[in-house]
């Protein structure tokens, strides 16, 4: 098993990379994600890898961080979800943010990823709650206790497409029992 690569990069085309480790070149396939973490070509990179195997190909995919990667194994299990759909998954959602939209149920945000309808959204939801990096943290940045009670204005400024991190951040001056939509407009001005 391939699990890291360090070298200089040859080539940048999307979504693939080409890190030349020690004379030979490996072309890694690589989230949007960690594409645009990357340094330029000529400049040295590190990835965490997965080789999978097929009867037709050998694959090798690339990320920039441990999490990323396991939250990647974690997908491929899915029944459904093959490594080209995990690499869409994780180029639309941060293993964060896919973390929190697993621990929620959040079936619309999961379906924003590329090939990923509802009944596979479920699917993830259902298979995946708990055993994503993160996954109890992001269960519980939903608890009362952690959100100050208002969880309802964070999931609505998420549904907005704000990341976890800039809801929590945004919400957490505002008063327990605050009405949503007064929530939301104050966690809106705080944003500013």
Not at 57 to 76: D, I, P, Q
Not at 87 to 98: A, M, N, V
Not at 120 to 128: D, G, S
Request: charged share 25%.
């Amino acid at each position: 098993m391939i699990g890291r690569l360090r070298g200089i990069i040859l080539e940048k085309n999307p979504p693939v990379v080409v890190l030349d480790v020690h004379g030979v070149g490996y072309e890694t396939q690589v989230s949007m994600q960690t594409f645009y973490t990357l340094p330029a070509v000529g400049e040295e990179a590190a990835l965490y890898t997965q080789l999978v195997v097929r009867e037709d190909a050998h694959l090798l995919f690339g990320f920039g961080s441990r999490e990323e990667r396991e939250t990647f194994r974690a997908l491929v299990k899915v029944s459904g979800i093959g490594a080209k759909s995990a690499l869409g998954i994780l180029s639309t959602l941060t293993s964060d943010e896919l973390a929190t939209a697993i621990a929620t149920e959040d079936i619309k945000r999961l379906t924003a990823a590329p090939g990923i309808g509802k009944k596979t959204a479920e699917r993830m939801a259902l298979e995946l709650r708990g055993k994503l990096a993160g996954g109890s943290n992001a269960a519980g940045l939903f608890t009362p206790e952690a959100t100050g009670g208002n969880e309802d204005i964070i999931n609505t400024l998420l549904a907005l497409g704000y990341t976890d991190k800039e809801a929590r951040i945004a919400c957490k001056n505002i008063p327990a029992g605050t009405d949503i939509s007064e929530g939301v407009r104050l966690a809106l001005k705080n944003m500013l």
